[in-house]
């Protein structure tokens, strides 16, 4: 049965992980904050344990029924929404959150086993961008994506709202520290590295040999600066998406979905 709590006041410790607070903190202490129906949904199907709902009265017998059904006996707060406004620092558009246990971090030696097609992000911190990458990885079946100690941790609210809910689909783990120590890592699981870069001594994205490459980490790097010159050295291939005259780049979320999809496995030469 629903345990629906109205709230009149923000007194309750309980609600602190709802706060426009650090969510550095949350992840010491094992958790995340979901936002919107769908993204709850899906945590939920992957297997994470929710703790409470903070929800708009106006969903707790519409979008957010099934959730809160779902759900059992945990927590349902709620109140009007100048009150959660107050409570989270932005106006809940999506109107429903859910505070959710973190389930232990993969092991990338266990991750990369198997994979065909991998991700790699390097030192990516903006939550956008870090997010979307991982849409477009779910989207075009890539098998896992690897970050740099150095990223923006993908269960963070927003990069887990802009990637639709896909952290919680598909595998991702840290890499070991230090450049180019983790290229040198991927290379001895058998993956080939193909660095995106900005260089004149590149392969073009549709080159056959690399599209053929059986197992393959695609490896991004930050806005504007790029990938260190280290990691691009340390690389197998490095390559450039053609650019029409007067652009130089993509943004890097926008990369990665040119380059997911052209070097999807569903595209290498020899696949169904």
Not at 139 to 160: E, K, Y
Request: hydrophobic share 40%; charged share 20%; net charge negative.
């Amino acid at each position: 049965m629903a345990n629906i709590i109205r709230l009149e006041s923000l007194d309750l410790p309980e609600l602190e992980p709802y706060r426009f607070t650090s969510e550095k903190l949350l992840r010491r202490q094992g958790i995340f904050v979901a936002e919107s129906p769908k993204v709850i949904r899906t945590a939920l199907s992957a297997g994470y344990e929710p703790v409470s709902l903070l929800t708009s009265e106006r969903l707790i017998s519409g979008q957010a029924a099934d959730i809160i059904e779902k759900c059992g006996e945990i927590p349902v707060y709620t109140a009007s929404e100048e009150l959660l406004t107050e409570l989270t620092g932005f106006r809940m558009t999506q109107g429903l959150l859910a505070v959710m246990k973190r389930l232990p971090e993969r092991e990338p030696l266990q991750l990369l086993q198997n994979a065909g097609r991998v991700a790699v992000l390097e030192d990516i911190t903006n939550q956008t961008n870090v997010g979307a990458i991982f849409r477009s990885a779910a989207a075009l079946s890539f098998d896992a994506v690897m970050l740099t100690p150095g990223c923006s941790d993908p269960m963070l609210r927003r990069s887990v709202r802009v990637s639709m809910g896909t952290v919680f689909q598909v595998p991702w783990a840290y890499l070991p520290e230090g450049s180019p120590e983790y290229v040198s890592f991927l290379k001895n699981q058998g993956l080939a590295t193909a660095a995106m870069a900005l260089r004149e001594d590149t392969v073009p994205i549709n080159d056959r040999k690399l599209g053929a490459e059986k197992r393959l980490a695609v490896i991004l790097g930050t806005e504007g600066d790029g990938l260190k010159e280290a990691t691009i050295s340390a690389c197998d291939y490095t390559v450039k998406i053609p650019m029409a005259e007067g652009v130089d780049s993509l943004n890097v979320a926008a990369a990665s979905a040119v380059a997911f999809w052209q070097l999807s496995p569903k595209n290498r030469p020899g696949s169904d």
